[in-house]
Every structure is written in C-alpha cells, then in structure tokens.
C-alpha cells in the first residue's frame, strides 16, 4: 500500500500501545479500563475507535485534519470518519534500519511503507484484486498480512513514557510535539498542499453577517466542484474580516477587502496569508474595493472617500483629497483613477493625486471595453468615457432597461467587459444582457434569463476572460434558503446554458474573481 496506509499503522500504534488497565475478564467488554491516555475511556469508546481504524486501513483513507479538542486531539479522515486521542502515554516514534516504526525502542513489525497490493485476476470488468494488507486480531493481537505487528488490539500498562504536548499543522504536515521535546512529523491530505488555483476561479464571499467572516471558495474545473472556506483552511486560525465583498490580484498578490475588520493580502498561488491591516475599518472606514496603482502604492475605496495604501510594507496611507462620500469600485487606468459611487465618478490624476473631474452620473460598475473605451451604467443609461478627452457620453437602453444596482448596501457592479469582442454584459434582474458596442438593438432582448426560483446574488455575473463563458451565482433566498448555491454557465455568444453547479453552505456569493485578473 502507499503512504497512507503507512500513516495509518502509526496511528494505529498511536492509539493502542497504551497505558490501562483492562479487566481480566475479556468478555466483559463493556466495563470500563483504568488509565487509558491519560483519563478514564470506556470499552465503547474504545471499540468505535478500534473499528473506525479498521475501516480507515481497509479503505486507504488519508488524514484530513488535526484539531485540538478537550485536552486531546481529534483526528478526522478523508471520509469525515474520526478518531480521539486524550493526552496520557504516549510512546516515542523511531524509523528502524528495517524500516520498521520502532515504539519505546521497540520494533513494532509495522513497515514505515506499506506492501503494495497485488492486482487481482483479469476478470470481465477488468477489476484489480483486493489490496495485499488487510488487518486481523489474532490471539489479542493486530496481525498485517497474517504477520504479527506485536501491536495489542487491547492497551496494556505503560509506563514513564512522554506525552503529546502540541500538534501543529504547518506546510501539509500534523507535527506531534511531545514532553521529552521528541517530534513526529505525519502528512495530512495531500490536496492541501497541491492546490492548482490556475485551473478555474475564486468565489469571494461575505459571510454570515455577526456569525463568521467573509469566505474564500473556489471552483475547480478539473473536479468540477466548489471547495470551500479555503483561506481558513489553509491559513488555521486566521480570518478574514466582516462582510468580504471584494478581491483583485495585482503584481502577484490577492488583496482582499472587507467592510468590517482587518484588510488582507495573500498569494494567488497558494492563498497563504501575505500581510494584514488589523481593524482596518476603524483606522480608515468600511472597506469596499482596491486598485494597484505600482510596486508601492494601491487605493481602497471605502465609505468615507478614498485612501492610499503603501503595499511594501502593507500599510494605511493618506486620504484623497476631494472625495469625501461613499466610494465603490476603482479603476486604473492612462494615468488616472477612475472611482464610481454616490451618484458620481470622480477621475483621479495618478501624478498630482488631484481629483481633475467630477462627473454627476454614474452609480456602478466599471470597465474598460475592447476598444479602449471607459464604461460605467447609472440605471438605464450606460456611460462612455473617452480616456484621453475625459469627455462623457451617455446611451439611453430600450424598453426601460435598467442595470441592476444594490441601493442599500455597496456590491460591486456587474458590468464587464468581454476580452474576446468589443461588447459588455450586465445584470437587469434575473436577465442578462450583452451590449455589442455600437449595436444598440442588441438590448433588445435579453441573452438569457436566470432559471425562476432563484436570486441573483452580490455581483451576479462575471464573463471568463478566456472562453467568454458567462458565469451568474444565485442562491434560492434568505435563511436556510442562502445554502442553496448555483453556478450557471452560459455561452456568451449565443446564450445557452452549458452547466449548472449545486453546492451548499450559507457564504453569500459576493464576487468571482479569475486568477488572469
């Protein structure tokens, strides 16, 4: 078997090369024993554990996750299965020159790696045969492939042996620390550590508001499936802030923003966590989007204006001058900052850090189209910014189309532009329309409709920069409701739906976010 199964048999000896007293009397088995791991264990306990490794060894699980958990460990496999290990004795591991795990200095008959299994006989399926390892109790005792690992399946007495006095998970491993300050070093799941995020994009979340902070998901296209709550799982015991809406990548770095709590920076690569702006709503105001500007220096929106952020080292920098109402999404672009929010947009020199113009429209969404044009919408009109001019136009949209806009709480806008043609996509209710720029008989219908008994949610839409795909979050309603989620797929050219993603969990989809942005 592979390194798992070696895993396993650590565990195993783990577990049950104890220190108790069992009662004489083996047929009693649901008395209790003295003395096992520290505390007093009953029989039952003892036994589910027993046939939960059982399980694990035949199945080839791999460890998940460590967690702390009343002055002991919780270890949980692959397939949410668990084991407790409560602080008592606990042996000292050595690796042999046999390569078997040597316990208290004595070979334990288990082999660090495991004997692969043999393939069975050609069948009409073509199935391989059962694996080569199966365990067995024999006389008391765990026996591998009818050979003893002079392991008891039942504790004996123990005596001045060390203690686990930490776990750690660091870098893909669960290191045991013990009293004599020995260590063992056991590997957790291997996709925590081989995590590809170039293959699909990131979900940012919210969050439930007052419960949790906001969440990072991601869908993998490889797996077609949503994993969740990653930046916690790869970052134990850090969090993000409150109500997370938005996230970017810039010169290799995701920044995240949160209305509420600390600001946050972390690789794009490998979500580890990278810097941290603690309580930054309370130094700066709420948080809502960030542009890079260079190497040094970005710009956070909040509700209370804009500000410079230092990014070498991250840090809060001065306020913007001029702007002192809400501000939502930023755009950088030919020499200026581009800023949307409260009925206005505001045009930012990126050389005196003046405002050089105000525009008296403009309510969401921000992008840049193929042609090179600056767009934003303010209910039914889209607008058109000549980047070298700073000349507005405004365009009407038939039948009274309005972009969807969140007037009671900032969400970033759903206008993008595609990357493949000169055309941008938008929300207007549960539609989504595809504006060909010049075109505007192309508003008059809609590219499709989201799919009834659905809301879409946070920004809604994005369009993969890529395959042009339109990609819309929903979620059934509020309460239980929100840990319905959907992803939809449609072809942005023609509108059909190409795939439809369930998942569960109450995150309240804000954003997606592609590893190309």
Partial sequence: MKKTLSLLYLLLALLFVGCSDYDDDINNLNQKYEEVLEEQ?????????????????????????????????????????????????????????????????????????????????????????????????VDGYWYIDGESTGVKAQPEDGTNAPTIISIVIKDGVAIFTFSDDSQIEVPIKEETTTFDFSKGFFIINEGQFGKSGGVVNFYNSVTNKVDTNLFTKINPGKYLGNTTQFAAIYNEQMYIVSKQGDFVTANPNTLIETGRIENFNKAAADGHAFCGINEELGLVSTNKGVFKLNLNPLSLGDKIDGITTKVGELLQYRGHVYAVGNNKIHVINTTTWEVEKTFDNGKSGLTVSKDGMVWSTHDNLLLKINPYTLEMETIAMPNGIKASYNSWAWTKGSLTASKQENALFFVSGMNVYKYVIGDITSLETPLFTVPAGRMIYG????????????????????????????LYFYDGTTGSLKKNLFYEGIWFPAMILFPEN
Avoid: C
Avoid at 112 to 129: I, L, M, P, S
Avoid at 459 to 484: E, H, L, R, W
């Fill in 41 to 137: 264990l009953r029989q039952a306990e003892a036994l589910k554990n027993h046939e939960t490794l059982l399980a694990a060894l035949q199945n080839q699980l791999t460890v998940d996750k460590v967690e702390t958990k009343d002055g002991g460990y919780k270890i949980v496999f692959s397939d949410n299965s668990s084991i407790d290990i409560t602080n008592g004795h606990t042996p000292v591991f050595t690796l042999g020159d046999n390569g078997n795990w040597f316990i208290d200095g004595k070979d334990s008959g288990i082999k660090a790696e495991g004997k692969d299994g043999q393939d069975g006989e050609d069948g009409q399926d073509g199935q391989d045969g059962q694996s080569g390892s199966t365990p067995t109790i």
């Fill in 459 to 486: 920004t809604g839409m994005s369009v993969d920069p890529k395959s042009n795909q339109v990609i819309v979050t929903t979620i059934v309603g509020y309460g239980q409701d929100s840990a319905k989620n959907n």
